[in-house]
């Protein structure tokens, strides 16, 4: 089995930059995802059998035709489940966030019809930057200043990744299996 899910890669000056986020906010209890593992889920599948893959990367590509590449630019850094009880520090996606929401719910939608359990919560785009072992208070002030730094950071989504995702001691390990281009052109 593999444990798999679909992501937009981030061009690595800007994960580089996002990797740096740790060393300016202090947190008791973070595990901060590392810079090369710095992404935009899509869609979580979970355990997966590999003679599964062909199809779930045939169902996308379907979809990939029916999408143009677009543009995202990053808004704020954000909290789930709230700023007061954090448990997941992300940064938010701007423009493009519709675009995004739209692919991950065509996405959804096809991986549904291959027997994949669909998302309770509606889709929201984030960035996860730091998971929080335990509910802290996040600093809305000194997050709102670091943001700035993200103003007009772009990305180009051109393309999309499905990822396979090992869980080890030292952290996930998360590698590329499939990358499809989203449709070109206006035809
Ligand atoms: O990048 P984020 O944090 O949004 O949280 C996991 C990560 O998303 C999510 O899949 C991405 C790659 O690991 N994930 C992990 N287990 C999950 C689960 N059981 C999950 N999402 C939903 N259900």
Redesign the pocket.
Known sequence: MLRL?W?IELPQDLRKKLGKVREKIKFKSAKW?EQENI???LK?L?STPEEKVEEIRSEVEKICRNHQPFQISLSTFGAFPSNKKAR?L?FGVAQGADKAICLAKDIEKAMAKLGFEE?RKPYHP???LA?LKFLEQIDEERLKLLAQNFEGSQVEVKEITL?Q?QLTPKG?I?TPLSRIALKQGLG
Do not use: K, M, N, Q
């Open positions: 899910f992501a995802v992404h935009l889920t979580f979970g997941v992300w998302e984030h960035i996860t998971r990822f995702s996930p998360y």
